[in-house]
T-cell receptor
Framework: KAGVTQTPRYLIKTRGQQVTLSCSPI?????VSWYQQTPGQGLQFLFE???????NKGNFPGRFSGRQFSNSRSEMNVSTLELGDSALYLC????????????FGPGTRLTVT | AQKVTQAQTEISVVEKEDVTLDCVYE???????LFWYKQPPSGELVFLIR??????QNEISGRYSWNFQKSTSSFNFTITASQVVDSAVYFC?????????????FGKGTKLSVKP
């Protein structure tokens, strides 16, 4: 099976702009979770989608949003970018049951200038 | 509140040494899951193991072994005869069964450097 894919791999944006990141899960997986990784805060959970519905959400401002399509692919959007949004954004997929192991993609490295 | 603590920020060993990475967790749930992930310099998190709270059996997979002890809320990871390719950041993570689907709580990670 192909692994989790994320596009783009690298992105440079200017403060105030918005950005959309994409994630394609492993075939058959219905759950997609997003995480932000920074040197200061480590790995933090953003949100999780299952069958096109947001099922769980972390403690991030409303500028961070996402969606999931019927084929389980997911997108994450960040509006009004701030310098502090510079991070590695990781997407993970799993079958969708509580406690399932999650399989991660290579990440999107976002730099906000 | 749930929390994962990896007290060792960085560890440096010489090849062929054994090394143990510590993980201590906090949760109020009786049903939960523990994980270890490896993050090599390329950045992708690689799944290593999952343990549920009802299974305290230790596990061995090649040079890797895991020691789960509920009494001390610990889930430690040992690499035997370390190799340079083991150099990476290792994360311990916790998932509670109820109301937290898809949400892994990660520790801060332990950076392991294995020198030849």
């Amino acid at each position: 099976k192909a692994g989790v894919t994320q596009t783009p791999r690298y992105l440079i944006k200017t403060r105030g702009q918005q950005v959309t990141l994409s994630c394609s899960p492993i075939s058959g997986h219905r759950s997609v979770s997003w995480y932000q990784q920074t040197p200061g805060q480590g790995l933090q959970f953003l949100f999780e989608y299952f069958s096109e519905t947001q099922r769980n959400k972390g403690n991030f401002p409303g500028r961070f949003s996402g969606r999931q399509f019927s084929n389980s692919r997911s997108e994450m959007n960040v509006s009004t970018l701030e310098l502090g949004d510079s991070a590695l954004y990781l997407c993970a997929s799993s079958p969708g049951q509580g406690g399932d192991e999650q399989y991660f993609g290579p990440g999107t490295r976002l730099t906000v200038t | 509140a749930q929390k994962v603590t990896q007290a060792q920020t960085e560890i440096s060993v010489v090849e062929k040494e054994d090394v143990t990475l510590d993980c201590v967790y906090e949760t109020r749930d009786t049903t939960y899951y523990l994980f270890w992930y490896k993050q090599p310099p390329s950045g992708e998190l690689v799944f290593l193991i999952r343990r549920n709270s009802f299974d305290e059996q230790n596990e061995i997979s090649g040079r890797y072994s895991w020691n789960f002890q509920k009494s001390t809320s610990s889930f430690n990871f040992t690499i035997t005869a370390s190799q340079v390719v083991d150099s990476a950041v290792y994360f311990c993570a916790l998932s509670e069964a109820r109301g937290s689907q898809g949400n892994l709580i990660f520790g801060k990670g332990t950076k392991l450097s294995v020198k030849p």
